[in-house]
Structures are given as C-alpha cells and as structure tokens.
C-alpha cells in the first residue's frame, strides 16, 4: 500500500480549515491540521511533513516567521502560503522568507491540490537526483555541491533551498547563454504569471548576493529574454 503525503496545514480559522482539510484527506493527502505558530513547530518535528500549507496571519505569530524559523534548519520540504494579503511587497517577503508558493485568499481548493501535486512532484525528482552521484561543478572560484545545493567559496558554506540549487543549475547548463526566463518559471513553477515572476526576481537577487564575492562571476539580466551566467 502506497504511504500518502503528509499535510501539515495551518489555518485559524475553522470554517475554512475545516473544508480544506476534508477536500485534501479525499484528494489522498494525510492531513495534519494546526491553529497556532507554537502548534505548528511542535507537529513540525513529530509528523516530518511533506509539504506545509501555511496560512499567514495567526493568533500568536504569523507564517513568513514560522518559515524563517524552519528554513533554518530544513532547506527542501516545500512551504505554500495562503493569506488575504496581495500587495507584491508580501508576496515578495513571502519568497524571502522560505516559501516556494504563494495563493491569495479566497482560492479554489483545486487550484490548492494542483499547486501541492506540483510542489510534491518537483521535490520527489530532487530526492531521486541527489540518491544518484554527486557532482562538483566551479563557478569561478566557487564550487557548487549539486544537487545538494551547498555553494562553497574559500572554506565557507553556503546551503541553497531547493528552489536556489534549481534556478543555479538551470543557469550552469546555459552558461554563457541565455536562459529564457519563461523556460526557468515553466520548469520550476508550472506557470510563468505575475507572482511567480516577482518570485524568480528575488531568487536571483539572491544568487547574486551569494556570489558577489568573485568579482568574476556575473548573472546579468538580458532585458525580454532572460538570465544569463559569466564567469
């Protein structure tokens, strides 16, 4: 008998949780239901989830800061945010902080299992890539540990989250190239909308900053088309 998928879902408020929860166990997903940050971190650590659904305002704390919390020391189970929020400033600090998805309130619970199925397919080929061999590739004087996602530069360490590792290998098999931003946002995140392009934005963003330190390694913007990677 096959496992089923571990859902940690939170969300305070009951109505609606209680209707996601009940739509999810029916789509085949084990549903793990919190209320509260406090509660989320204790199931966190008992159940190892999948993936999390994670609602942003809550009664003792809010989602952006349980992601930054767990990021911290878990790198690769996907996190989606639900919230009523839409400006691109908390869509933004939403990516920031962790997340790999983003869906606005009120949302179709479909849409829901679509982008969960989706996240939970691409997390899957992750687990598969890194169970076969390794690889250590230079970028300048950086080495990158894929798919482990560990950038290494003059013994410090860096570890990506798996949405990071993704965009920089897709930049590495292009190298000197340009990479087609809509190929980047189709591959990774099944869509290449408004959001999900202010998401890949803030990726980027921080590929840079994590490879600043070789002044001889770019990631240049080619205005309509893409990304491109020089070193």
Do not use: C
Not at 120 to 147: A, D, M, T, W
Not at 188 to 194: A, I, R, T
Not at 205 to 231: A, C, E, M, W
């Amino acid at each position: 008998m096959a496992t089923l998928n571990k859902i940690l879902f939170v969300e305070d408020e009951p109505a609606l949780a209680e209707i996601v929860k009940e739509t999810l166990v029916l789509k085949g997903f084990e549903v793990t239901h919190t209320l509260t940050a406090k509660e989320t971190i204790i199931q966190y650590h008992k159940i190892k989830p999948d993936i999390l659904v994670l609602d942003v305002m809550l009664p003792d704390g809010d989602g952006f800061s349980i992601a930054k919390q767990l990021r911290q020391i878990d790198t690769k189970t996907p996190i989606i945010f639900l919230t009523s929020k839409s400006l691109p400033a908390d869509v933004v600090m939403g990516f920031e902080s962790g997340g790999n998805d983003y869906l606005k309130k009120p949302f179709s619970i479909e849409e829901l299992v679509i982008r969960i199925k989706a996240l939970l397919s691409q997390n899957r080929l992750v687990v598969k890539i890194e169970e076969q061999k390794k690889k250590v590739v230079h970028i300048g004087n950086y080495h990158f540990h894929y798919p482990e996602g560990i950038l290494t530069f003059e013994g410090t360490h860096k570890t990506l989250t798996n949405r990071e590792a993704e965009i920089l290998q897709m930049l590495l098999l292009n190298k000197n190239n340009v990479l087609d931003r809509n190929l980047i946002l189709n591959t990774l995140w099944n869509n290449n909308d408004y959001f999900s392009g202010r998401s890949l934005d803030v990726f980027i963003t921080k590929l840079r900053k994590y490879l600043k330190h070789d002044p001889s390694v770019f990631i240049i913007n080619i205005r309509g088309q893409g990304y491109k990677l020089i070193y």
